[in-house]
């Protein structure tokens, strides 16, 4: 099975465009963003400004969160923070203001310094990371506490984590994207299944009761678990498959999945095929 981006992208209308914006609270003047075309986004209102987590995919949503943003304060956005550098995630930064403290893991700002691809054609020279991050590092940016943590390759190698200790709110990223049954792992971003079991272990320890994804609605402590629990058991599975010989095809179908890939469109590896790879070494 291969992964297209339909699978990430927000639901549409009846015309097939992208969702409205819509603004959701999470409580102490922070909240999250769904719709327009890209990732999830957070905001969060500070004392004397307002900082953003990702920025969507295109000009034209980014501007929308702009917007949203502008509804909620007058106060101006002074940062934003990348979860990861993936293009539905950062190329909304380019209708932000210039001059923005970004923040993000050093794997991501050297992913954005070398994209693997740039379809949208969009110049963010402007915006790269201006502060990163190795693996933890605690900030309080216009009296708001955070604590940034990048546990492990996941997703991608620059994933990182954006824990509110004192609203008890995690953004999580595409560490965990809830319209897929299983991860999404970015081997060409140097992420690993292995490494997201260990990175999701050390989420659901953190002391949160709301965890933001990066597509998706927001999940709780209780629900990654179980999704923590059937990945677990999905890659052991596949280990076991490897060890007795199978091909991949066959272990696609032990597993109940398709084996001819879906036609058409941006596609990625499936996590049983990503597995594989890493397993296999083939």
Known sequence: ??????????????????????????????????????????????KDGVIVIDAKQTPESGRGVLAEIAKLTPKPVTHVILTH????????????????????????????????????????????????????ESLT?????????????????????????????????????TRLPYPLIHLEDNGSSEGWIESMKRIVALDADTFVPGHGGVQTKAELQNRLANTAARRAKIKELIAQGKSLDQIKTALGEAVTPAAGGQSFASFTEVVYKELSKS
């Open 141 to 177: 940016i216009n009296g708001v506490r955070f604590e940034l943590l990048h546990f492990a390759p996941a997703h991608t190698s620059g994933d990182l984590i954006i824990y509110l200790p004192d609203q008890k709110v995690a953004f999580t990223g595409d560490i965990t994207v």
């Open 1 to 46: 099975m291969i992964v297209g981006l339909a699978a990430l992208a927000p639901l549409a209308n009846a015309q097939g465009q992208a969702a409205p914006l819509r603004v959701n609270p999470l409580g102490r003047d922070s909240y999250w963003i769904e719709g327009g075309v890209g990732s999830n986004a957070g905001v969060i209102i500070g």
């Open 85 to 136: 550098s993936n293009l539905d995630h950062v190329d909304g930064l380019a209708s932000f203001p210039k001059g923005l403290t970004i923040v993000a893991q050093e794997n991501c700002k050297k992913q954005m310094e070398n994209p693997r691809s740039n379809p949208q054609n969009i110049d963010l020279r402007d915006y790269l990371p201006t502060k990163t991050v190795k693996e933890k």
